[in-house]
């Protein structure tokens, strides 16, 4: 309901922000519920990463406005992955000891899967709002994971379907040894193989090589002319340039979500990339809605694409804890959390937007049958909490910078 968008002012909003800031991470007084928030708040995506956190905030401050969970007031927690796999885990250690029930994040497949145990053995739940799954068959659903962007596996489907309909008929595979990355890398060759087409090599990125040299003398020597690529940005930009250079022609790049970033094409030679394609999570809501009252939250600030999904994993979560029943210290059972996570992410029901989390909370209070209807469209999740219907979108380098391809 477009009445609903601006349900409280700025000047009411903002004490709630400051409130609900990064915070010290001591104990959280009686009062409050606390999310953790694990991000690169430094480094070279650190641009991207305020975007995100204020989507998350900005969520927050709707549930306080709607009286919080269970009266209490949501507070987020914020902490940096510094980009780094050792220093992210002494960040969730540091959220798991500031009290979070949840911690949401991060951008890094790598990074999510080795705090993913430690959350799990202090039962914290786990939100990665734009990691989706690796491989569906190996995931321990004993961890309260839950994955909100479409999984490995349907991404790379998209990418090789999307590499045929543009009459590629043989590529090479590069990837990292990443799970998310080898889990996609293998449902392109599978897909591919199936659509008729021809995998003429696959072959490994050492993530902390200083050349891939001896890679792209593979690939060239093997004849290719296109290649999927499935790497974090810094890894993929340096293959990129490798291959570009000693390729006696263009080459054509088809790419994996994680690479829909800036980051890439800044650090890679001028035009090696042009008119590389790409595939994506797909937003579903692409009205004016959510980006003007975004902007007038943030002082003129639009959201990234990310956004979207670190919003809609804040107001999932604030619709399941107040599904739940706080035990008499007010701490939260997570067992009771993730059913109420899958709860809370699908019909029957009566749907809640994103922007009538105030409304929904109050009915969920009032015992009505209440549901999550996202700006990312369907977040109907399986029994391992990995998201079931999320499609996809193609996005295109154009003119050095990353264009979103419009729906067929």
């Keep these: 309901m477009r009445q609903n968008i601006f349900a409280f002012t700025l000047a009411a909003a903002l004490p709630l922000a400051l409130a609900s800031a990064c915070g010290d991470g001591a104990a959280p007084p009686d009062d409050v519920v606390t999310v953790g928030l694990l991000l690169p708040f430094t480094g070279p995506t650190s641009a991207t990463t305020r975007n995100f956190e204020r989507a998350a905030l900005y969520a927050a401050e709707r549930v306080n406005a709607g009286g919080g969970i269970h009266g209490r007031r949501l507070r987020i927690v914020s902490r940096d992955t510094h980009d780094d796999v050792e220093r992210s885990r002494q960040s969730a250690d540091e959220l798991i000891a500031a009290?979070?029930?949840?911690?949401?994040?991060?951008?890094?497949?790598?990074?999510?899967?080795?705090?993913?145990p430690a959350l799990a053995d202090h039962q914290v739940a786990f939100l990665s709002p734009l990691v989706g799954a690796a491989d569906e068959v190996t995931l321990d659903c004993t961890r309260p994971w839950f994955r909100l962007a479409p999984s490995a596996r349907s991404m790379g489907e998209a990418?090789?379907?999307?590499?045929?309909?543009?009459?590629?008929?043989?590529?090479?595979?590069?990837?990292?040894?990443?799970?998310?990355?080898?889990?996609?890398?293998?449902?392109?060759?599978?897909?591919?193989?199936?659509?008729?087409?021809?995998?003429?090599?696959?072959?490994?990125?050492?993530?902390?090589?200083q050349t891939y040299a001896a890679v792209a003398r593979q690939a060239i020597d093997a004849g290719v002319e296109s290649i999927f690529l499935a790497a974090?940005?810094?890894?993929?930009?340096?293959?990129?340039?490798?291959?570009?250079?000693?390729?006696p022609r263009p080459l054509r790049w088809f790419l994996s979500p994680l690479l829909k970033t800036e980051l890439l094409v800044a650090n890679v030679a001028p035009d090696a990339l042009e008119g590389a394609l790409g595939v994506a999570p797909r937003?579903?809501?692409?009205?004016?809605?959510?980006?003007?009252?975004?902007?007038?939250?943030?002082?003129?600030?639009?959201?990234?694409?990310?956004?979207?999904?670190?919003?809609?994993?804040?107001?999932?979560?604030?619709l399941a804890l107040e599904k739940t029943t706080p035990a008499g210290d007010g701490s939260i059972d997570v067992g009771q959390l993730q059913a109420a996570i899958q709860d809370a992410a699908a019909p029957p029901g009566e749907g809640v937007g994103w922007n009538e989390l105030e409304r929904g909370l109050e009915q969920t209070r009032s015992g009505g049958d209440i549901y999550y209807s996202g700006l990312t469209g369907p977040m109907l999740l399986d029994a391992c909490g990995s998201r079931l219907l999320g499609a996809t979108s193609t996005w295109r380098v154009d003119a050095g910078s990353i264009a979103q391809v419009p729906s067929q």
Excluded: C, M
């Design 283 to 318: 937003i579903y809501d692409t009205t004016a809605a959510f980006p003007d009252a975004f902007s007038a939250r943030w002082q003129g600030d639009r959201p990234l694409e990310g956004a979207y999904f670190y919003y809609d994993a804040l107001g999932l979560l604030a």
């Design 99 to 116: 009290g979070a029930v949840v911690v949401i994040g991060p951008e890094s497949a790598d990074i999510a899967q080795a705090i993913a």
């Design 159 to 209: 990418l090789a379907k999307l590499a045929w309909a543009e009459t590629v008929r043989s590529a090479a595979v590069l990837h990292s040894a990443d799970a998310y990355d080898v889990a996609l890398s293998d449902a392109v060759g599978a897909r591919f193989g199936a659509l008729g087409g021809q995998i003429t090599i696959r072959l490994e990125l050492d993530p902390n090589a």
């Design 232 to 247: 974090a940005p810094r890894t993929g930009a340096l293959a990129v340039n490798e291959l570009e250079a000693l390729s």
